[in-house]
């Protein structure tokens, strides 16, 4: 996956259609690695994206909004001062080396109009972004280069600005094919797709692949073995790269795996995964590009910041299972407080019979039908009475202990079993908002701290009733995304004789059919219950369990967790979850 020379030729035509003559409005700086250029057209405004990042260096006009720092970075700055309402009056890319030139017209302190010019460096994590004056001197980059990150090439500010070094590649533009052809013959690479990718600049490794594909029937073709009808199947593959090149006839297109990623994208039909992939065309290339990374990290961000949620939650998971476990333990020792208690009144009924300062008594326990002999342990720095009080005063604190630590555990796990929730929702969130809303219902509940961009929004975030819907017979079926969103469904959206539905003693979302004053059939009562099934921790099980009851015969109790309720009158069917329909 690499945005490479051609690919990059085909974003240049299009920029140079959608952008040549617009004014610069605004300039961002998102991150270390990324600047928005926002741009004034005839046809409305445009964001033109530069990225630097090592694994997706790129740049094209973006459909997709960024937040920005409240303070912009120093080169953000600049380049606002430099290229605010500026016109770019061209776009240069050298051959089809992976930069492009984007040249401005601009006006100086002194309201001269001067030239300046913005070098974005396609190099994975060499990538850069350099602003030059009209008479070639830097005068600053987005990443600096000095002399301990390189000793050939040094990107400063008031040095004459150089061309990142020639790999010394064939241009398909400017050669002749049987040259190249050639060229790839003596290549030193055996693999076919490698002697390409080696030969000529401007192609990627999978451009390589499809051109040994396309020439031999597969793409790791060893070149040593080649005959002579694939080599000059190979040379009409050039001459179709060639016009590809210079004159695009076909569209961009992004692969899917079986797994669901996007792994790569060309600007040329792709052949060489037979039916394993999924394809998807873009007659745009720039929307192809935006599309393809927006998604890319998107999940990405998705995994980390599920990561993160994932690891509090299961820490407090953790944490609240050992804090069960120990206070099980103390309650276990609560159940002997009788013996105390007894052994009290022993005491008591005997003290006559104590002498002060005796380690121990032999009483006669008349709390056993036999009555047999019972040793109290005595305290020799007591009386007897103090002692009766002591074992008073014991059975007293594990009475109290009692009581609070069965409160304590049910309280723990109530939490215990909320939280279990929350890991599930995680788990089953689809987009970066869903995670959203759960990292808010986190702070809310204590178990997170409020980020510095969040304590400065002073206005809470309202949850926005957008639950999953589904058709089941014809009945509308809604499906709460997290716990939040649950009690909004539960108790503000569904009506009193709408049917309600969870997963039996398994963390779940809460699941509504909308009756609008109809009966409901079973048949669609399991259909329900398996969408409700397949939204719980149960998805993979089978015969699971589902409680439904109508919407009225559920309640929250007062100061209950967001999501817990309690419901009566209750039927339970079981099911297989199944994937839902979408309404």
Known sequence: MALDGIFLRHIKTELESALIDARVSQVFEPNRDELIINLRTF???????????ADSPRV??????????????????????????????????????????FDFDCVNELGDKV??????????????????????????????????????????????YEMPPSQEKLSIENTDTEEILKAIKLCPYSGLDKAILNTLTGVSPIICRELSYASTGTPDTDKNLMNNEEWQSLLKQLEILREEAKNPKTYAVTLKNTQGKLFDF???????????????????????????YHTRESLERMRVKSHALSKLVSNNIERLSRKISLQKIELEKCQDREILRQKADLISANMHLIQKGAPFADLINFYDENASTIRITLDVAKTPQQNAQKYYKDYAKAKTADKMLRVQIENSAEELSYLETVA???????SEHDLSQIRQELIAEGYLRQNKSEKNN??????????????????????GRNNKQNDLLTLKTAQKNDLWLHTKDIPGSHTVIITEGREVPESTILKAAEIAAYFSKAKDSSQVPV????????????????????????????????????K
């Open 424 to 430: 599930d929702e995680i788990n089953r969130a689809e």
């Open 43 to 53: 046809g409305g405004n445009r964001r033109l994206l530069l990225s630097t990042r």
């Open 547 to 582: 409680d439904y009851t109508l919407v009225r015969r559920v309640n929250k109790p007062q100061g209950a967790k967001p999501g817990k309720v309690i419901y009566t009158d209750q039927k339970t069917v079981y099911v297989t979850p199944a994937v839902p329909q979408k």
């Open 115 to 160: 030239k300046l010019t913005l070098a974005v460096e396609i190099m994975g994590k060499h990538s850069n972004i350099v602003l030059i004056d009209g008479e070639g001197i830097i005068i600053d980059a987005l990443k600096r280069v000095d002399v301990t990150l390189s000793s050939k090439r040094l990107v400063l500010p008031s040095l004459i």
């Open 60 to 101: 094209g006009i973006t459909e997709y909004s960024v937040e920005n720092p409240d303070k912009p970075p120093m080169f953000c700055m600049l380049l606002r001062k430099r290229l605010t309402s500026s016109k770019l009056i061209s776009i240069r890319q050298p051959d089809l080396e992976r930069m492009l030139f």
């Open 266 to 292: 060309s600007f040329m039909p792709v052949n060489q995964y037979g039916d394993t992939v999924e394809k998807f065309e873009y007659e745009s290339f720039c929307k192809a590009l935006d599309a393809f």
């Open 458 to 479: 002073k206005k809470p975030q309202k949850i926005k009733p957008d639950f999953r819907e589904f058709d089941a017979d014809g009945f509308k079926v809604l499906v």
